[in-house]
Every structure is written in C-alpha cells, then in structure tokens.
C-alpha cells in the first residue's frame, strides 16, 4: 500500500500517483486507485481520479468524500455545511481493498498534514492507520529543500516508512535552483531520488504516458529512471 502526499499543493501528486498506477496495471497487477476526500470540483466534474484514468487506464478508482471549495478537506466541509471526512472509515475501506488488490495508491490532498476534519487528523494518520508507506512529491525549484525537510521530519516524528522522493514536474530548462536542489534532496531523503516526471506529463496520451512512466519513475516503483544518470545530468 503506497499513500502519496506532497510538499504542498500543485506538485505532481495525481500525475505521480497515475504513473505508479500505470506501471503496476502493465505489469498485469490488480491496481485500486483510491482518493479520500478530492475538494475544489463540483458533484459533476471531473476531478483528480478522471485524470488517473486518462492517464493509467485504470478503472478501480475511490472518491470518499467531494467538496466544492478549494480549500482543505476540514475547511471545505465546514464551508459546505457538512460533516468532515472521516479518516478512519477511510483507512478502514483502504485495508479492505487491500485485501484483494496487489497495490493500492492512495492520493492525500495538499500536504501530508493538511487537516482532514476538525479534530486535526491528517493524511498522516491515514497512513499509519493504514501500515502504508508514503510517497513524497516535491517541487524542484526554489523552497524545495525547506518543504522537503519539514515533511520528511513530520514523517520520521510519526514513524513513518518513505517510500521515495519524486520530483513531479521537471522543468525543460530547469534554472540554477532546480540543478542545485537534486543533490540536496537526496541527502535530505538519505537516498536517491524515486523519479522524476517531465513537466507536462498529465497532458500525455495513455501510450506516451506510460513511456514517460517507465522512464520517470524508479525500480522501486517498476520504472527505469536511473538516479545517478539523472545528479550527473543535473551539475
């Protein structure tokens, strides 16, 4: 069970989270794609699972909760008038799939500790209420390395196991602070990176996609992104 979250909003988490889905489901694994609580889209749009789908072809999708207002899961619900997402039955439905899947990818919303409901559980909670590991997406740019140590250090404080650390949008022509920050991620991480998607990727054909998966994306995630190849390209 893999729970991705992100350094903050707007970094990659749903194209990350599709290319793992894609890799799994090519490899002919049973794959659910789960988001607990997708907020900023109306009852009928589309929201961050309809891009899994596009992008991986993978129909084992879960929306627990929909709310309309951009804001965090709590802060949506209490605008909506409604109750907050319960984690715990959440994490409850995630062990269930579980059960008959091979993988399960679970998609947080915001940051790793984003408030789910007024009592302040987190998708951290989620994560240890589930045994999974977490999948950290990061920006590449400028406040990077900040963002990352805070979240990797949350995570260590919960007991947290890091699955990997995946740039999400890799700039074409990445700037001096993009080049510098590879280096300094992985000794913050205390391993290489688990990938890094070109920025772009979530506006691929299924096909391209899952080309750029495989080179995107580390062994450990069943793609044949080489970390080393990738520091030496970026000095």
Do not use: Y
């Not at 889905?21 to 090519?26: F, N, P």
């Not at 919303?109 to 559980?121: K, Q």
């Amino acid at each position: 069970m893999l729970v991705v979250t992100g350094t903050g909003t707007g970094v990659g988490k749903t194209v990350v989270t599709a290319a793992v889905a894609a890799l799994a489901a090519a490899r002919g694994s049973r794959v659910a794609v789960v988001k607990p609580a997708q907020t900023g889209v109306g009852p009928h749009d589309p929201g961050d699972l309809d891009d899994v789908r596009r992008l991986a072809g993978v129909s084992d999708l879960h929306e627990h909760h929909r709310l309309p207002d951009p804001l965090s899961p709590a802060a949506a619900a209490r605008r909506a008038g409604r109750a907050a997402p319960d984690l715990a039955a959440s994490a409850d439905r995630v062990r269930h799939l579980a059960g008959d899947r091979d993988l399960v990818v679970v998609e947080g919303a915001g940051g790793l500790l984003v408030r789910f409901d007024e009592d302040g559980a987190t998708i951290a909670d989620l994560a240890r209420a589930a045994g999974a590991s977490v999948l950290l997406v990061v920006d590449p740019g400028l406040g990077a390395l900040n963002h990352t140590a805070l979240t990797l250090e949350a995570m260590a404080n919960r007991g947290l196991p890091l699955a990997g650390v995946v740039i999400g949008a890799w700039p074409g022509q990445p700037d001096l602070a993009c080049r510098s920050n590879v280096r300094d991620l992985e000794t913050l991480a205390a391993r290489p990176l688990a990938g890094a998607l070109p920025a772009g990727s979530g506006r691929l054909e299924a096909a391209e996609f899952l080309l750029a998966a495989r080179q995107g994306l580390g062994p450990s995630l069943g793609g044949a992104f080489d970390a080393a190849d990738f520091r030496r390209a970026s000095d």
